[in-house]
């Protein structure tokens, strides 16, 4: 199991998450996500990631790396995670 495999396991448990109800949450299939936490799937999109993230109500850097020595800095409070969550309905232009 890779970091994060790890990561969005550790996680989806203290959120008290199925993988069903994870995978509602971040827009992908409950097969995808059985697979990324197995670490059978290899490829994943940035933009998958990010949704992972938000879903997670973590940051990118604290999926992929895990937790920091400032784990307070990773997470995302309240407002950055409703924003995130707005950013996913507009392409990468209008983003930035």
Do not use: C, W
């Not at 973590?58 to 992929?64: A, P």
């Amino acid at each position: 199991m890779n970091n994060l495999s790890q990561n969005i396991v550790k996680q989806r448990h203290a959120l008290h998450l199925t993988q069903e109800k994870l995978a509602e949450r971040a827009g992908i299939s409950v097969n995808f996500l059985s697979k990324l936490e197995r670490s059978a799937s290899k490829s994943v999109s940035a933009e998958t990631l990010q949704r992972l993230a938000n879903a997670l109500e973590i940051s990118m850097e604290e999926l992929l790396n895990g937790n920091s020595n400032n784990q307070q800095q990773n997470f995302p409070g309240p407002y950055e995670a409703k924003l995130n969550k707005l950013l996913l309905n507009y392409d990468q232009r209008t983003r930035e």
